[in-house]
C-alpha cells in the first residue's frame, strides 16, 4: 500500500499576530495610547482592554499598560474607534519616520 | 442483491451504503431522480443524513464545503449549467482538500438549451483539481460511488463520479447491492485530517501568502505555491491509491480490475478504439463486428479521466497501429480533450500509434452502430490519411 502521506500542506492557521503577514507595513496611521487616559494605566487595574479585544491582529498586549506591537499593526484604527476612554489617537505615520533595520 | 433499477437509484443507493451525512443538492436533468431518491431516504430514515435544500448549485457546493470543513461526509450531484453554477466552489472545495463527492450525470451545455447527454460539462472542469471516475454501466455507477468515499478520504481530494445522462441515468439496468456490513468494513468511519475544531481553534484558507512564513508558533507555513504543489503531487499519487482501493474492492465485493482503463479485445489489437463512458460498451458491439471481419480492433474505455492515467494509456497504446479517439466534448477552437491528452502522453512512447479523433453525439445526437462502424472501418483501412484534426460524425449539413 501507498506510503504517502496525503495533504500535509494546506492553509491552517491560528489567530495571532503575524497572521496575515508583515501587515505593519501597509500602516499609514499609527495609533497612539494616550497613557493619562488609558483606563488599565490610568487605574493600575486589569480592566477594559477593548483594544486588546477588538484587534483584528492580535498585536495589542492584554497588560497594564497595554502595548501594541507596530511590526504587524496595519493601523486600521479599530482600537481608536472602540477605546472607550478615547486614549488612542491615530497619528500620520510621516510623523513618526519608520525606523530601517 | 440484485435490483433492476435505473442510474441514478444505483448512484442513489451507493450513497446510502456510503453513509454521507450531509447531503445538499439543487434539482437538476437529468439529476433529478438522484436527489429525489436521496430525500426519500433522509425521510424515511434509511439513511441518517441532513438532507439541506438549497436554491442553487453554487449554495450546495458552499453546504458541502462547510460539513465537509466540520468533519462530516457531504454529497452533492448535478449535471451541466448546473455544475458550471458551482465552478467558483468547485476550485475552493479541491484547494481546501476536502473529500466532498458529487454524481454529475452528464448533459450537455447551453447555450443553445439542451437536456441530452454529452460530456462537454465535467470535461469543461478537468482542469479543476477534482478527481474524475467515469461510469460505464449501473453497477460501475454504484460501486464508484463507494470507491470514491474511500478515495476521497484517502487522499483529502474531492471526487466526481461522472455517468451519462438519460443513457445510464435514466435506463434501467439489473445490478448487485452490496451489502451494508461489507461496505461499512470497506468504508469505515469518516476521519478527517484537518477539521473545525472547537478544541484547537484555527483559520482555514485565509489569504495565503505568496511566500513562507513562520505561523504564530513559529512553524514555517506554506505559501500558496507550496500548497498548489501538494495537491498535484497527491493527484498524481492518487492514481496508484485508487488501484489499491479498487483492489480491495475487488476481494470483498468481486468486482472492479480496471480502476483507470477499461480495456476489451486490445491484447493482440492493432487498432484500438478509445472514449469515456457509456459509448464504450456500445463500441464493444462495433468490435465484435470488426472482428468477425478478421479486423484485429479493440476499445479502450478510459475510467479516470483525472489525474490523467497517461502510464496505463501508453501501455495499452504503445506499438499499435492507430488509436481512434471518440469524444463527445470538444476544446472548443482546439481538438477534443481526450485526445489531445493521448497525444501528449503518447510523444515519448517509441512506438507511437497513428491517432485519429472523432467528435459525436454532441447535445444528446443518437450514435447509431452503422455510423461507429462505418468510422472505424475508415480508420482502420487508411490510418495514415488522416489529417491532426476532428472529424464530426453524423453532421448534417
Request: with cysteine.
Amino acid at each position: 500500500m501507498t506510503t504517502r502521506t496525503f495533504c500535509n500542506k494546506i492553509s491552517r492557521s491560528k489567530p495571532g499576530p503575524g497572521d496575515g503577514g508583515n501587515t505593519g507595513s501597509w500602516r499609514v496611521l499609527r495609533p497612539v495610547i494616550n497613557l493619562e487616559a488609558c483606563i488599565p494605566a490610568k487605574r493600575n487595574k486589569k480592566a477594559c482592554f477593548h483594544c486588546w479585544l477588538y484587534c483584528p491582529d492580535s498585536v495589542v498586549s492584554k497588560t497594564i499598560p497595554p502595548v501594541i506591537n507596530y511590526e504587524y499593526c496595519k493601523g486600521c484604527g479599530i482600537c481608536a474607534e472602540e477605546c472607550p476612554a478615547d486614549a488612542i489617537s491615530m497619528v500620520d505615520e510621516s510623523t513618526h519616520p519608520v525606523e530601517e533595520k | 442483491m440484485h435490483i433492476i433499477e435505473s442510474g441514478n437509484v444505483a448512484a442513489a443507493t451507493g450513497v446510502k451504503l456510503s453513509r454521507a451525512q450531509v447531503i445538499a443538492a439543487y434539482p437538476i436533468t437529468p439529476q433529478t431522480p438522484l436527489t429525489e431518491k436521496l430525500s426519500e431516504f433522509v425521510e424515511s430514515g434509511a439513511l441518517k443524513a441532513e438532507y439541506i435544500p438549497v436554491e442553487s448549485e453554487h449554495s450546495a457546493m458552499a453546504v458541502c464545503i462547510a460539513a465537509s470543513t466540520a468533519g462530516t461526509r457531504a454529497f452533492t450531484a448535478t449535471s451541466a449549467n448546473g455544475l458550471l453554477y458551482m465552478v467558483e466552489q468547485l476550485h475552493w472545495a479541491v484547494g481546501a482538500r476536502l473529500p466532498i463527492v458529487m454524481c454529475v450525470a452528464n448533459r450537455g451545455i447551453g447555450a443553445p438549451w439542451t437536456v441530452w447527454n454529452d460530456q462537454q460539462d465535467t470535461i469543461s472542469q478537468r482542469d479543476a483539481g477534482w478527481i474524475q471516475i467515469y461510469a460505464n454501466d449501473h453497477q460501475q455507477i454504484i460501486d464508484s460511488v463507494i470507491k470514491a468515499f474511500r478515495l476521497a478520504q484517502t487522499v483529502s481530494i474531492p471526487v466526481m463520479v461522472c455517468y451519462d445522462g438519460y443513457l445510464l441515468s435514466h435506463t434501467y439496468m439489473p445490478f448487485d447491492v452490496p451489502d451494508q456490513s461489507k461496505v461499512d468494513s470497506f468504508l469505515p468511519a469518516f476521519t478527517p485530517t484537518h477539521f473545525l475544531d472547537p478544541e484547537n481553534p484555527g483559520n482555514f484558507n485565509t489569504v495565503t501568502l505568496p511566500d513562507i512564513r513562520p505561523d504564530v508558533d513559529g512553524e514555517m507555513a506554506p505559501g500558496y505555491i507550496e500548497i498548489r504543489h501538494n495537491l498535484h503531487q497527491d493527484l498524481r499519487a492518487a492514481l496508484d491509491t485508487y488501484a489499491e482501493i479498487d483492489k480491495a474492492f475487488e476481494k470483498e465485493f468481486g468486482r472492479g480490475g480496471n480502476p483507470l482503463v477499461e480495456k476489451y479485445r486490445c491484447d493482440d489489437a492493432d487498432f484500438v478504439a478509445v472514449c469515456i463512458g457509456s459509448l464504450s460498451y456500445h463500441l464493444r458491439d462495433v468490435i465484435d463486428i470488426m472482428r468477425e471481419n478478421d479486423v484485429k480492433i479493440g476499445v479502450m474505455g478510459v475510467q479516470m479521466y483525472r489525474p490523467f492515467p497517461d502510464k496505463a494509456i501508453i501501455d495499452a497504446l504503445n506499438g499499435k497501429k492507430c488509436a481512434i479517439v471518440f469524444e463527445k466534448a470538444l476544446s472548443y477552437g482546439n481538438q477534443g480533450a481526450l485526445y489531445a491528452d493521448i497525444k501528449a502522453a503518447l510523444y515519448t512512447s517509441e512506438k507511437k500509434p497513428r491517432i485519429h479523433n472523432y467528435i459525436l453525439g454532441l447535445g444528446g445526437r443518437e450514435i447509431k452502430t452503422q455510423q461507429l462502424l462505418d468510422a472505424l472501418t475508415a480508420s482502420c483501412t487508411s490510418p495514415n490519411t488522416f489529417e491532426d484534426t476532428p472529424s464530426w460524425i453524423g453532421l448534417k449539413l
